[in-house]
């Protein structure tokens, strides 16, 4: 046992030629426009913002800002379509609609997938296997439901709210589109919707598919801009409900900004899941689950399972899995289909990233990266983990929202509980084992929203997401995405 | 030693987790020089075999002529790992291959179903080692091991092992016939420690034979050991690999799983006959630019 075991190596010896997925069947416009009242418009006062592709720092292309004029424009767009067509529209159209939306996304999702990898940074990979496909998901899933509300809700005699204002993130821009208008139309709502500004490009190609799925005008409309134009569709007075995900930060000044108003909220925000590894646990499927937790979409994700709890028992073993794994995992060009983690999503969010990588060194836990090629230009973060960690320091505290995990240890499941659930946040989490009495156990007394038991990360349309806390309010998903859009 | 094997504690196996693995293995993109230096590496790690009931010398000769030419149009090809025959075929084979780099495998054991005596099942053994085999594939007892007789197993893979002498051991677990991942990650860990120098998924007559998810099973077993006690272990997945296709990503699930160091013929095989002819193929593919027929490929 005293002799020394070689450390296995990953890189070097057979390693894989470039396989970048084409781009030469997208089409990328020079210059977008506010999508309006069926129309793409110009704003009103003339201003355009960048928006580039984080992997090599190039433009891609110029954004419509919207200003308060263009917001107040969209808002009386779909006041006018939810009054006079949308509300009148029987629930069965609405349904047809919705369909055709889906069955577009799936015909046109090669180049959605590929402008989301450009615009955003994620692999393709990704992009190809999930946003795409679960944004078509969830169109066909509230298709369905369309005609049947009563069904739904018997005897409540549900009907639509009628404006929705709906802000975005860049995490997940396609599918974030279709988690909010898809059940808004079900229930018959109309939608201005807000891409985040690093990432409008699938909103409005979405925009387009809109166009020629030929939904009555007004019905949906994508505006584009920043924190500002969030505010103002926030602030505007003929908004029935927001429904926003993105940071608890953002998400209490909404919060204050409309309260006191008869608008109705859904806010999903951040998160610092737990991921917790028992020593009964099938481990090579807990490390798979844990890499896919924390790395995938380079840690952009809300429900990320940011905070490793591994028994004691099996820390050695496991942590050394996971260290291996790490090794095989390719970081670079975004668009290549080997690439496992592709660029950070903005400037400013590997600056947050940096930050609290020399926070969590300088508070005294120890780094581990991968050795891996990182590419000049861009912007990138190798997958990290982080161990020696306190329940204290910020990088177990904080949401990081980048690449990097912090692991900590537990000998009890009380022990484990309590840890996992001292955090203001209650999104998710994860728990492995192969003991089902202890899954039940544990997921009952977990404050999250979604706990996933021996796998992680797993999305379905018919399934809730949401969660506790300052993680949020309100459900996304299943039946109960639809409650937030109906009065009753 | 039988105690602690009936009591051996493998780490459970979650099949939906170990699929989504497979996935993303699947989901990787092999192109040009990666694919060409894939495909040669393939075709070095084969187990050129034929274990037919209407097996004849002239078959076997001609099969080890192929496994040192495999295509003599394209130059500087490697030779495949091994010939694998039934036991009395071993003597022909070692005498065709003499000089070669190619290894003579025999199977063993009351191969491929295992219902014998020990004392039969060692002269076979011994059959093959005597006539100059270089390795030995033995089945296990199946039915013992499904019985809860670990013990058993073990020591029965134990036995020919020492039967086995110098030639090298490869244990197949016949993981068709086992029924679900924990048991195949169980026999895995008893064949290792029983002194396997190779655990090898399938005997090729029961379906499944070997697959991704199963391989990998068995490979994160041989990780395990590896990092216990730093000793080696070879895999061989057999039957249903027939396409280049699939072998490079067997090839990329060895290199992710337990690196670069596996990844030579020392350390894993495909038991396999009708592969070889679809990686000459895609190399004259990758040479030329287009597909020749099947009819260009000698079929040994």
Request: no cysteine.
């Given at each position: 046992m005293s002799k020394k075991i070689e450390e296995l190596k990953f890189s070097g010896e057979w390693d894989l030629a470039p396989a970048p997925e084409s781009t030469n069947h997208i089409s990328v416009k020079k210059e977008y426009q506010l999508f309006i009242g069926g129309k793409f418009v110009k704003p009103k006062k003339g201003k355009y913002f960048s928006t580039i592709n984080p992997a090599t720092e190039k433009k891609l292309s110029s954004i419509a800002e919207a200003s308060k004029e263009d917001v107040d424009r969209a808002v009386k767009a779909a006041r006018k379509a939810h009054s006079g067509v949308w509300s009148s529209t029987s629930a069965k159209e609405r349904g047809k609609y919705i369909y055709r939306i889906a069955r577009l996304i799936q015909e046109k999702s090669r180049e959605f997938a590929v402008i989301e990898s450009l615009d955003g940074g994620k692999p393709i990979r990704e992009s190809r296997d999930v946003d795409i496909p679960i944004a078509a998901a969830h169109f066909f899933y509230y298709a369905g439901w369309a005609d049947k509300l009563n069904y739904a809700f018997p005897n409540q005699n549900p009907s639509s709210l009628g404006v929705a204002g709906q802000i975005i993130p860049w995490n997940f821009p396609l599918m974030m589109a279709a988690w909010k208008i898809a059940p808004a139309l079900a229930t018959g709502n109309t939608v201005v919707l807000k891409p985040a500004e690093t990432t409008s490009l699938t909103a409005l190609k979405l925009a387009e598919v809109i166009q020629e799925a030929d939904l009555p005008p007004g019905v949906v409309n994508i505006i584009t801009g920043a924190g500002a134009t969030g505010s103002d569709i926030v602030n505007h007075k003929d908004i029935d409900k927001i429904a926003f995900t993105g940071s608890t930060g953002v998400g209490k000044i909404i919060m204050k900004s409309i309260a006191g108003t008869a608008k109705k909220s859904t806010m999903e925000l951040g998160g610092k899941a737990a991921n917790i590894v028992f020593e009964d646990a099938p481990l090579d499927q807990a490390v798979e689950g844990i890499i896919n937790g924390i790395y995938f979409n380079q840690g952009h994700v809300c429900c990320a399972g940011s905070r490793l709890f591994v028994q004691e028992s099996i820390y050695d073993t496991l942590l050394r899995k996971l260290k291996d794994r790490m090794q095989s995992l390719i970081v670079g060009n975004p668009l290549d289909k080997n690439t496992d983690i592709g660029a950070i999503n903005s400037k400013e969010q590997l600056g947050v990233i940096n930050k609290y990588l020399s926070l969590g060194k300088k508070e005294g836990a120890d780094m581990f990266q991968p050795s891996c090629d990182i590419p000049s230009k861009g912007f990138w973060c190798a997958p990290t983990l982080f161990t020696n960690v306190s329940q204290s320091h910020a990088i177990a505290k904080e949401e990081i929202f980048g690449p990097v995990l912090a692991v900590q240890t537990f000998r009890t499941i009380d022990e484990v509980i309590t840890k996992a659930n001292?955090?203001?946040?209650?999104l998710s989490a994860g728990v492995w084992t192969d003991k089902g009495s202890k899954v039940f156990n544990l997921t009952s007394k977990m404050r999250a929203g979604v706990v996933w038991a021996n796998t992680y990360n797993k999305f379905d349309p018919t399934s809730p997401f949401g969660g506790y806390k300052e993680s949020g309010h309100g459900r996304e998903g299943g039946l109960h995405g639809l409650a937030p859009y109906l009065k009753f | 030693m039988n105690l602690s094997f009936n009591t051996l504690d493998s780490p459970s196996v979650d099949k939906v987790g170990i699929e989504d693995r497979i996935a993303r293995v699947k989901a990787r993109s092999i192109k040009k020089e990666a694919k060409i230096k894939g495909l040669k590496l393939a075709l070095n790690m084969i187990d050129l075999t034929t274990l037919e009931g209407i097996d004849t010398e002239n078959k076997v000769k001609q099969m080890c002529y192929k496994a040192r030419h495999l295509h003599d149009v394209y130059a500087d090809l490697p030779s495949v790992a091994a010939v694998c025959v039934y036991p009395n075929f071993v003597k022909t084979a070692v005498n065709e291959l003499k000089g070669s780099a190619v290894k003579v495998a025999s199977v063993a054991t009351a191969f491929p179903s295992g219902h014998s005596s020990l004392n039969i099942k060692l002269e076979d053994t011994k059959i093959a080692v005597d006539s100059g085999a270089d390795e030995v594939d033995m089945v296990i007892s199946r039915g013992r091991f499904h019985k809860g007789d670990y013990g058993y197993v073990f020591d029965e893979i134990a036995a020919v092992k020492a039967a086995c002498g110098k030639a090298r051991l490869k244990v197949i677990l016949e993981t068709g016939e086992l029924g679900n991942y924990d048991k195949v990650r169980k026999a895995s860990d008893i064949a290792i420690y029983a002194g396997a120098d190779f655990i090898k998924t399938s005997t090729g007559k029961i379906q499944p034979a070997a697959t991704l998810p199963v391989t990998l099973v068995m490979l994160e077993a041989i990780k395990d050991y590896y990092y216990k006690t730093g000793k080696m272990i070879g895999m061989k997945p057999a039957g249903g690999i027939s396409n280049a296709k699939l072998a490079l990503h067997y090839l990329i699930m060895v290199k992710e799983t337990?690196?670069?160091?596996?990844?030579t013929n020392k350390w894993f095989r495909f038991g396999a006959s009708s592969l070889a002819n679809d990686l000459l193929m895609q190399l004259m593919k990758q040479k030329t630019g287009v597909y020749q027929s099947t009819d260009y490929f000698s079929k040994d």
């Open positions: 001292n955090t203001p946040f209650g | 337990l690196g670069n160091k596996w990844l």
